[in-house]
Nanobody, 123 residues
Framework: VQLQASGGGLVQAGDSLKLSCAASGGTFSTYSIYWFRQNPGKEREFVAVIIWNGAVTYYADSVKGRFTISRDNAKNTAYLQMNSLKPEDTAVYYC?????????????????WGKGTLVTVSS
């Protein structure tokens, strides 16, 4: 499966932004979708995951209550709604896919990755 994240940009603290992850070339509905983020010189950090049918989600503590992951299998697209953005949310955001749903996950556990989209939150 091929993935492409989009929707990043420059926003101010407190603003909202919605990222999209468009998939092609595979059976999107069979994959769990992950969002990770990364800053230069740092490890790629888990943000959120949604199971194949959207029934179960899980978030990193740092974004819980502010971010919402969702998916539309009919459109082969997943989303990350980000509210109350903070400067520390600034990063390149990546969507990724794997047949396995994991709550405790590192980047190396996930098989398919798209190119990232940059989110910059100014104070």
């Amino acid at each position: 499966v091929q993935l492409q994240a989009s929707g990043g940009g420059l926003v101010q603290a407190g603003d909202s932004l919605k990222l999209s992850c468009a998939a092609s070339g595979g059976t999107f509905s069979t994959y769990s979708i992950y969002w990770f983020r990364q800053n230069p010189g740092k490890e790629r950090e888990f943000v959120a995951v949604i199971i194949w049918n959207g029934a179960v989600t899980y978030y990193a503590d740092s974004v819980k209550g502010r971010f919402t992951i969702s998916r539309d299998n009919a459109k082969n697209t997943a989303y990350l709604q980000m509210n109350s953005l903070k400067p520390e949310d600034t990063a390149v955001y990546y969507c990724a896919a794997d047949p396995i749903y994991r709550r405790t996950v590192v980047a190396g556990d996930v098989n398919y990755w798209g190119k990232g989209t940059l989110v910059t939150v100014s104070s």
